[in-house]
């Protein structure tokens, strides 16, 4: 029994040391995932403009935009950057959920810890 009492400030401080780990990978996910959806959304806006070029009458620019390779090349980077744009905002949508769930057990852990002095 008395080396489970021993061993209690060292679970705490690994506990404290996994939960400053989790706080600072979700600082790292949410700054990544905000650069690769502003990076994507840059990408996606780019490709769109490519697509609505022909419709307002240029049919050339230095390359047929009117050749089907050519618009499928441009729908398939299309769709690569919007996959990445979800991406980039359901890992940010994730990473702001474990903020919050970080913050509340913060603060629960707080409320024991001011119960316990």
Do not use: C
Not at 100 to 114: P, Y
């Amino acid at each position: 029994m008395g080396s489970e009492s021993e061993r209690g400030p060292e679970i705490i401080d690994a506990y404290q040391d996994l939960v400053r780990h989790i706080e600072q990978g979700a600082t790292r996910m949410r700054v990544l995932s905000t650069l690769t959806s502003i990076v994507a959304a840059v990408l996606a806006v780019a490709y769109v403009s490519q697509l609505i070029l022909p419709l307002t009458g240029t049919t050339t620019v230095s390359v047929n935009l009117t050749d089907p390779f050519n618009v499928a090349t441009e729908l398939a980077v299309f769709a690569l950057a919007f996959v990445w744009l979800y991406v980039g905002i359901q890992d940010f949508r994730f990473s702001s959920k474990m903020r919050r769930e970080i913050l509340e057990a913060r603060s629960k852990e707080q409320q024991v810890q001011d119960r316990i002095s």
